[in-house]
């Protein structure tokens, strides 16, 4: 060996230690992973699962305690009654998906169809585009804070659920406005395929809409990875901004939908009609079994949470059951499917 070559190991020191091998896993470690594939296995087939349960059970209990349940009339009031929610509900579902929030569903689905109203009056047909209009721009205008201008979904939309109902009050001086549209009326609350009633072909409409935009479209993908990890989507590439203001857009399109379907329904526009929908689209969505928390979940799944609470109202109608109890059950029903969809682990935080 050379003497330059000794120099050199000498101010290297001796050889570095080959890597230690790695041993088989112990008992420890087997059963933490094997706890762990146990735990996501099962959480996965109860959000799957549970849903459909649960309809299939409410169906069996309300069918024994009183039949008129089962009947054929029935069930088209049922799915009468749920289409308004489904279309609200259809186009908020993406962007909860997304991980996000829109509270002012309700909000804009009213303004919407009292602006309608109002041009109607006056306008005719100019009434429908109106309201298309109105849930277009409130849902951009939600999209633009949330998106450009960087502000939290629930508060941004929280806000605008207060600005949105208080131009709609504003603009009917609290008072209800009749519907003097008789093709509108027509087109929601006719039959023209058998005794289905019109309205329900439009909320299936809106909700295979949805479906094809969420499963579909790369638009659709790039929302459910937005909702999986906003950072990693835009490092891969993914316009998040442009995608989260489109989602509000589209939520807001749906609302304006719903909005003549609502004034429809109910023969004009009052104070107050949308502010049922806030809580019970979100309510629809969760017990479908789309997550708060984003990247799971989707349209399909909310139909299922929507035919719940449709099946739950009329069952308990038909039943004669406290008015002034029904919200308790309805609060129960909804701690449950989310008890039942909420991911957990034992190093996850719940917040």
Same mark, same amino acid.
């Given at each position: 060996?050379?003497?330059?070559?000794?120099?050199?190991?000498?101010?290297?020191?001796?050889?570095?230690?080959?890597?230690?091998?790695?041993?088989?896993?112990?008992?420890?470690?087997?059963?933490?992973?094997?706890?762990?594939?146990?735990?996501?296995?099962?959480?996965?087939?109860?959000?799957?699962?549970?849903?459909?349960?649960?309809?299939?059970?409410?169906?069996?209990?309300?069918?024994?305690?009183?039949?008129?349940?089962?009947?054929?009339?029935?069930?088209?009031?049922?799915?009468?009654?749920?289409?308004?929610?489904?279309?609200?509900?259809?186009?908020?579902?993406?962007?909860?998906?997304? !991980?996000?929030?829109?509270?002012?569903?309700?909000?804009?689905?009213?303004?919407?169809?009292?602006?309608?109203?109002?041009?109607?009056?006056?306008?005719?047909? %100019?009434?429908?585009?109106?309201?298309?209009?109105?849930?277009?721009?409130?849902? %951009?205008?939600?999209?633009?804070?949330?998106?450009?201008?960087?502000?939290?979904?629930?508060?941004?939309?929280?806000?605008?659920?207060?600005?949105?109902?208080?131009?709609?009050?504003?603009?009917?001086?609290?008072?209800?406005?009749?519907?003097?549209?008789?093709?509108?009326?027509?087109?929601?609350?006719?039959?023209?395929? !058998?005794?289905?009633?019109?309205?329900?072909?439009?909320?299936?409409?809106?909700?295979?809409?949805?479906?094809?935009? %969420?499963?579909?479209?790369?638009?659709?993908?790039?929302?459910?990875?937005?909702?999986?990890?906003?950072?990693?989507?835009?490092?891969?590439?993914?316009?998040?901004?442009?995608?989260?203001?489109?989602?509000?857009?589209?939520?807001?399109?749906?609302?304006?939908?719903?909005?003549?379907?609502?004034?429809?329904?109910?023969?004009?526009?009052?104070?107050?009609?949308?502010?049922?929908?806030?809580?019970?689209?979100?309510?629809?969505?969760?017990?479908?079994?789309?997550?708060?928390?984003?990247?799971?979940? !989707?349209?399909?799944?909310?139909?299922?949470?929507?035919?719940?609470?449709?099946?739950? %109202?009329?069952?308990?109608?038909?039943?004669?059951?406290?008015?002034?109890?029904?919200?308790?059950?309805? !609060?129960?029903?909804?701690?449950?499917?989310?008890?039942?969809?909420?991911?957990?682990?034992?190093?996850?935080?719940?917040?």
């Amino acid at each position: 060996m050379s003497s330059s070559t000794q120099d050199v190991q000498t101010a290297l020191g001796p050889d570095p230690s080959p890597p230690p091998v790695a041993g088989p896993p112990t008992p420890s470690a087997t059963r933490e992973v094997s706890r762990a594939w146990h735990h996501r296995v099962t959480g996965e087939l109860a959000r799957k699962v549970v849903p459909y349960l649960l309809i299939v059970g409410l169906v069996i209990y309300f069918g024994l305690s009183t039949p008129l349940f089962l009947m054929e009339d029935n069930g088209l009031q049922i799915l009468r009654a749920s289409s308004v929610l489904m279309v609200i509900a259809a186009g908020a579902t993406l962007i909860i998906v997304a !991980g996000s929030v829109d509270l002012s569903v309700g909000a804009t689905a009213a303004l919407a169809g009292t602006v309608a109203v109002d041009t109607m009056t006056d306008g005719g047909n %100019a009434g429908i585009l109106a309201a298309l209009g109105t849930g277009l721009l409130c849902g %951009a205008i939600n999209g633009f804070l949330v998106a450009y201008a960087k502000l939290p979904s629930f508060l941004t939309t929280l806000g605008t659920l207060f600005i949105f109902d208080g131009i709609a009050l504003k603009s009917t001086g609290g008072a209800a406005i009749p519907l003097v549209h008789e093709r509108l009326d027509e087109a929601v609350n006719g039959s023209s395929v !058998g005794s289905v009633p019109n309205i329900i072909w439009w909320a299936i409409a809106v909700l295979v809409l949805m479906c094809v935009v %969420a499963y579909k479209t790369p638009f659709g993908r790039h929302v459910y990875a937005i909702g999986g990890n906003e950072r990693v989507a835009a490092l891969a590439g993914i316009h998040v901004q442009r995608s989260k203001f489109l989602l509000f857009t589209v939520s807001g399109l749906c609302a304006g939908v719903a909005g003549l379907m609502l004034v429809a329904q109910g023969g004009g526009s009052s104070p107050g009609m949308g502010d049922s929908f806030l809580l019970n689209s979100i309510a629809a969505i969760v017990m479908g079994g789309t997550a708060l928390s984003g990247g799971v979940g !989707g349209p399909a799944r909310t139909v299922l949470g929507v035919l719940t609470l449709g099946i739950v %109202a009329n069952g308990m109608t038909l039943t004669q059951v406290d008015p002034n109890f029904q919200t308790v059950i309805f !609060g129960v029903i909804v701690l449950f499917a989310v008890a039942v969809n909420v991911r957990r682990s034992e190093n996850a935080i719940i917040k």
